[in-house]
């Protein structure tokens, strides 16, 4: 397993940009798929974006389409969200997590299939 720790959160006012990062530690960075989700108050945590082992393929929830980028270096050993136009909805924790797939274009969706996860980063859009 890797080991993640996020950050980059904070607080921004509506309709500005924050980008997150998450270093990883431990081997075979490039063997794992990476995802972002988040967890609002009251809320289930939810996926928001991932990207494939290589870099190559990435997937984002319909809420943050064209509005967040999920990005990754597989020499420095991080991945990245950025995160542009935000609105108080996007106001959450966001956890990276990490997913061993054998799969070079796989981008996994759900929790389960991941296998490591960091401590999460609050997000906080408000005026």
């Known amino acids: 397993q890797v080991q993640l720790v996020e950050s980059g959160g904070g607080l921004v006012q509506p309709g500005g940009s924050l980008r997150l990062s998450c270093a990883a530690s431990g081997r075979a960075f490039g063997n794992y798929a990476m995802g972002w989700f988040r967890q609002a108050p009251g809320k289930e945590r939810e996926f928001v974006a991932a990207v494939s082992k290589g870099g190559g393929n990435t997937v984002y929830a319909d809420s943050v389409k064209g509005r967040f980028t999920i990005s990754r270096d597989n020499v420095k050993n991080m991945a990245y969200l950025q995160m542009d136009s935000l609105k108080p909805e996007d106001t959450a924790v966001y956890y990276c997590?990490?997913?061993?797939?054998?799969?070079?274009?796989?981008?996994?969706?759900?929790?389960?299939?991941?296998?490591?996860w960091g401590q999460g980063t609050q997000v906080t859009v408000s005026s």
């Open positions: 997590a990490a997913g061993r797939t054998s799969y070079t274009f796989v981008v996994p969706q759900t929790d389960l299939e991941y296998d490591s």
